[in-house]
C-alpha cells in the first residue's frame, strides 16, 4: 500500500510532543510519523552521552561518575520510547478504524510492558 497522509496536527493543538505539524502518514494499514526530527535529535544527543560513557571508560573515570551517566542515557531512551508509544496510539486513535485502532493500542500496551 501506498503512503497517504491523513491529517496533519495543528498549531496549539492538544497533543504535538515532537513539534508543531507533524503529519500523521499512513503506511500498510498503521500510522506512522512523518516528521520525526525531534526524535532523530535526541537519538543523536543519547548517541553523544553514549559515546561520552565509552570516553569515561577509556580514561578510566570513577565507577559512581559512569553509573550516573548511564542512568541518563537509559533514561533519556526511556523518554523516546514513551514519546513513540504515545504518539503511535494517539494517532491510531484519530486515523484507524475502532477494530485497528484496538489490536495497535493492544500491541502498544504490549510494547509498554516489556520496557
Do not use: Y
Amino acid at each position: 500500500m501506498g503512503t497517504v497522509v491523513v491529517a496533519a496536527v495543528a498549531e496549539g493543538s492538544s497533543f504535538d510532543p515532537v513539534g508543531v505539524g507533524r503529519e500523521k502518514v499512513v503506511t500498510g494499514g498503521e500510522p506512522r510519523m512523518a516528521d520525526n526530527r525531534a526524535l532523530r535529535d535526541r537519538l543523536r544527543r543519547i548517541e553523544g552521552q553514549v559515546r561520552g560513557i565509552i570516553k569515561m571508560l577509556d580514561e578510566d573515570r570513577a565507577c559512581a561518575d559512569i553509573v550516573t551517566q548511564v542512568f541518563a542515557a537509559r533514561s533519556a531512551l526511556d523518554r523516546v520510547a514513551e514519546e513513540v508509544i504515545s504518539t503511535h496510539v494517539d494517532e491510531c486513535l484519530a486515523t484507524l478504524p475502532p477494530e485497528q485502532a484496538r489490536a495497535a493500542i493492544a500491541r502498544a500496551v504490549r510494547m509498554l510492558a516489556k520496557v
